[in-house]
């Protein structure tokens, strides 16, 4: 932020016009969102249309072909994904096998030059949120599913993200699990207060976990709105069929 910043407050995201081709495929059409400070948004729909290409967009791993990507009212389409300040958290943990838990907690963050005190202080507090301050000398492949990806929301925890990025983090685990780490993920939303955008396809997780849910089909913005407001007033049959709501 900067002096000339003025008393309202920019939204956290905002998305102008984003569309996205691949040669000659058009997959994102011109999608215009704003997300506010703190809100947690979920973005939902069937495979294949446009989910994760869009949630890459914002973290920066590929350009749009056209429009304005706006981080608390900073353009930053052409800032590099490491320079954003956001967090993003995969369907496969991503996690190096060769490391222990804290050092792939800590990895990257020696590069953004903070001193080790400071370092060691988030890895602790974001084991002891997540309930891993147990396994930190373990490797992955001593853990289990849901430890594993709480190991990688912990790497995302301790980058301190203006924004969490998740594509679909739980669809690895099985459905107990996946009850399990939603109501978690909930919980450390509630506690940290972060605006987090969550990518899934399964209208569940959308329906309890979202503050708005943002439907989205062939690479389009079907409807944005509360869980329950979609539900009541769905806009057309694709997003009441998708949310399992009457029709
Ligand atoms: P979702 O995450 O909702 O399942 P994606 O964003 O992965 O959907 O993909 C949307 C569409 O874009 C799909 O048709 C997919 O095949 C296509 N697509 C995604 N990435 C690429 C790519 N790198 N090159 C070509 N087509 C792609
Ligand atoms: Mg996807």
Redesign the pocket.
């Given at each position: 932020m900067n002096d000339t910043a003025t008393s309202a407050k920019p939204h956290a995201l905002q998305l102008k016009d984003i569309r996205k081709s691949?040669g000659n495929?058009d997959?994102i059409h011109g999608i215009d969102l704003e997300i506010e400070e703190g809100e947690f948004i979920v973005f939902v729909?069937p495979?294949?249309?446009?989910?994760?290409?869009?949630l890459r967009l914002i973290a920066g791993l590929d350009d749009p072909t056209s429009g304005d990507i706006n981080l608390e009212g900073r353009r930053v389409n052409t800032v590099p994904a490491s320079e954003r300040g956001l967090s993003m958290v995969f369907q496969s943990y991503a996690l190096y096998p060769h490391m222990t838990i804290a050092q792939n907690l800590s990895f990257g963050l020696e590069n953004l030059r903070m001193d080790k005190a400071e370092i060691q202080k988030r890895i602790d507090d974001a084991a002891k949120l997540l309930q891993i301050d147990h396994l930190m000398s373990r490797r992955p492949g001593q853990l289990s599913g849901g430890q594993r990806q709480r190991v990688a929301i912990g790497r995302a925890i301790v980058r301190e993200p203006i924004i969490f990025l998740f594509d679909e983090p739980l669809s690895n685990l099985d459905a107990e699990l996946r009850l399990q780490m939603r109501v978690e993920i909930s919980d450390l939303h509630a506690k940290l207060g972060n605006t987090m955008i969550y990518?899934t396809h399964d209208q569940i997780e959308a329906m309890t976990m979202a503050d708005r849910i943002v439907v989205l089909r062939g690479g389009y913005i079907e409807q944005v709105g509360r869980p329950l407001d979609l539900y009541n007033n769905p806009a057309n049959k694709f997003v009441a069929g998708f949310l399992g709501a009457p029709q």
């Open positions: 691949f495929v997959v729909g495979s294949g249309c446009g989910k994760s290409t869009l990518v």
